[in-house]
């Protein structure tokens, strides 16, 4: 039987991108209620007991409210919010974080999507924890920014809707500067790391894609490690991988810049190391499209495991709904 796959939130900016990545496959039952009833809460208790996924595309408190709200025990949940991304009893929804992190999550009742600034933070600062290059009580830095649209509609109508009451034309803004961003401690969890890294997250007006870097003083770790070294255990670490890639040295070394959309469409996560071995600096760089891997696309990857389906449906060649 086609499993049902129920999207709460499908009208948000993440929700629309999951429902156009499963809309149309042979696999999955896309399960949706009228307008008039999205957010009718008996409506949707019986839409999400009867499905055998679901979806959350919610505010964080949303969210969990809508877990309470779900009796069946055969159904089984990935929430795209925040809400339980260090939660006991939730499995971190990134296959590609250790060997046995696919198996934990096709196996999983609950799986939590992780953020798109702390999946690629975490892609470049797990590995290298875990091979000790960057030790676990290590001051860490990360620098980012993300197109608008990750601020979900409201921020996407103050950078395109001119009639919007904050509309606005800055080409760049730094935010979060009270240094409690929602994802830092997703990263300081998942990163392996024992104090919370000073994340500064900013937006620029684009509208999707993202770049962070995690910048490191090669002189202050132990152990006289090499940006060589930096990228052999990344690329070790995602050895066979297919939506996480490791650039090689030679291609980031003819690079003079990066672009933050160039991965924009597609579910691919992107590492670059670049070095400077005079000068014992290093700083590595995640590429991703903050609705891609960052978001939807992850959601539809952890969905295909869950219900051992091709991992790759959904997810290959350029996918850029409108939202």
């Not at 009208?11 to 156009?20: C, E, H, K």
């Not at 877990?67 to 159904?75: G, K």
């Not at 046995?100 to 290298?128: D, F």
Request: aromatic share 6%; with cysteine.
């Amino acid at each position: 039987m086609t499993p049902k796959v129920f999207i709460d939130g499908e009208v948000g900016t993440t929700g629309l991108q999951i429902r156009a990545r499963l809309a149309g496959r042979k696999d999955v039952a896309l399960v949706s209620l009228p307008e008039a009833e999205r957010k009718d809460t008996a409506r949707r208790r019986d839409a999400m007991n009867a499905a055998d996924l679901v979806i959350l595309c919610l505010p964080d408190d949303a969210s969990r409210e809508a877990v309470t709200l779900i009796d069946n025990p055969a159904t089984r949940v990935v929430d795209a919010s925040s809400a339980h991304r260090v939660a006991d009893g939730w499995v971190y929804g990134m296959p590609e974080y250790d060997a046995g992190q696919r198996a934990a999550i096709a196996q999983a009742k609950r799986v939590t999507n992780p953020g798109c600034y702390a999946i690629t933070a975490v892609s470049m600062l797990h590995p290298l924890v875990a091979a000790g290059l960057v030790p676990a009580d290590f001051p860490v830095t990360i620098n980012a920014i993300s197109g608008y649209s990750g601020g979900g509609k409201k921020m996407i109508a103050s950078f395109e809707n001119k009639a919007a009451p904050d509309y606005t034309e800055v080409p760049f803004r730094v935010y979060a500067l009270g240094l409690e961003h929602k994802h830092t401690e997703e990263i300081r969890k998942w990163g392996g790391l024992d104090h919370r890294p000073l994340f500064v997250p900013s937006v620029g007006r684009f509208r999707q894609g993202m770049i962070v870097q995690v910048p490191l003083q090669l002189w202050a770790l132990p152990g006289a490690v090499t940006s060589e070294a930096v990228h052999a255990a990344l690329a070790a670490h995602y050895a066979g991988q297919r939506f996480v890639r490791v650039a090689a040295l030679e291609e980031t070394a003819a690079m003079s810049g990066l672009e933050p959309e160039a991965v924009n469409g597609t579910n691919e996560l992107r590492l670059h190391v670049f070095g400077n071995a005079r000068r014992e600096q290093a700083v590595v760089v995640g590429l991703i499209d903050n609705l891609g891997k960052g978001a939807s696309g992850q959601a539809v990857q952890n969905v295909n495991l869950m219900l051992g389906l091709t991992e790759e449906a959904g997810l290959d060649g350029v996918v850029n709904p409108a939202y």
